[in-house]
């Protein structure tokens, strides 16, 4: 694999996501913490209007306007629609982009813990996951890579890289130890790419455990699109632990418990994540996957 010349470090992609945007914000302020022997560096905010509104958005989600159809369509001009438009410039153009690898800092409401998503099962990113995993044993590993479907995240730009998202956190806040442990993985991740670059990586391999996309669940509602349940005590919080037929999902504002009906059982990821509210997502299903690097 070709080595690692330029890598672009993003926070701040959603405005009220605040541990991106001040470890971008720190980086800018001492380069000497993200720099390396062997590769260039550069940081970007970006979604600065938004931070100023302290929101995840000011008129569409940045984080899915990355479609090279989007980014070709003069007609779509709104804020974020023109701020992809510039980064895919700016690092791009997706499919021969200038930049080698993008990590995409992220927070979550959800009780995530430190995630790796990934949006493709290039073998870099997958060598790259399996060597945070074992410096780092809490991370998670969750690809929502659909074969012969285009992504729309932004570091889609790239074939390398991945988002970081780490939770649970309220919007709009700092909270030290999460900021502690999103810059310790960026710094692990920096480490990575240079011993990558001086070819001392070639000792990686074996088994990762991934939490591979499988659907988006919504809450139930009524016909007019109001909900009409929340997500279960019993299930709040149970972010990457299995969910077996029978089980509580939802329960009722009149108390009812819904139950998990499928045949097989699942992993779900981004329970209750505020975010998701507007998206109609209450949770993500998963499969437990494991694959060999």
């Avoid at 701040?12 to 302020?29: A, C, M, S, W």
């Avoid at 499919?95 to 959800?110: E, M, Q, R, V, Y």
């Avoid at 919007?171 to 999103?182: H, M």
């Amino acid at each position: 694999m070709e080595k690692i010349n330029k890598l672009a470090i993003i926070g701040g992609t959603h405005g009220n996501e605040f541990t991106g945007i001040y470890l971008v914000k720190k980086f800018e302020k001492f380069p000497d913490l993200i720099s390396r022997t062997n590769f260039e560096t550069k940081t970007l905010l970006a979604n600065p209007e938004a931070l100023k509104l302290v929101r995840r958005y000011v008129d569409t989600d940045l984080n899915r306007c990355f479609q090279v159809k989007d980014l070709e369509n003069n007609t779509k001009t709104n804020y974020e629609e023109s701020r992809a438009k510039f980064i895919n410039q700016m690092l791009g153009p997706k499919g021969n982009p200038k930049f080698d690898l993008i990590l995409d800092l992220h927070t979550t409401t959800a009780n995530m813990g430190l995630t790796i998503i990934l949006v493709n099962n290039h073998p870099f990113n997958l060598k790259m996951a399996a060597y945070l995993s074992s410096v780092e044993p809490n991370v998670k590993v969750y690809s929502c890579f659909n074969p012969g479907v285009e992504n729309s995240l932004i570091n889609s730009i790239c074939e390398r890289g991945f988002a970081i998202e780490v939770g649970p956190i309220a919007q709009g806040v700092i909270q030290a130890d999460l900021f502690q442990k999103t810059e310790k993985l960026v710094q692990t991740s920096l480490d990575f790419v240079e011993y990558f670059n001086e070819g001392k990586l070639h000792h990686i391999n074996g088994d990762i455990v991934v939490y591979q996309h499988l659907k988006v669940v919504d809450y139930p509602k009524t016909e007019e699109g109001e909900i009409t349940a929340m997500i279960h005590p019993k299930l709040e919080g149970k972010d990457y632990q299995k969910l077996s037929p029978g089980e509580p999902m939802f329960l009722t504002f009149d108390g009812k418990t819904i139950y998990y009906e499928e045949e097989n059982p699942v992993w779900p990821v981004f329970i209750n994540e505020a975010a998701y509210y507007e998206k109609g997502i209450a949770m993500c299903l998963t499969k437990q996957e494991s694959i060999t690097v």
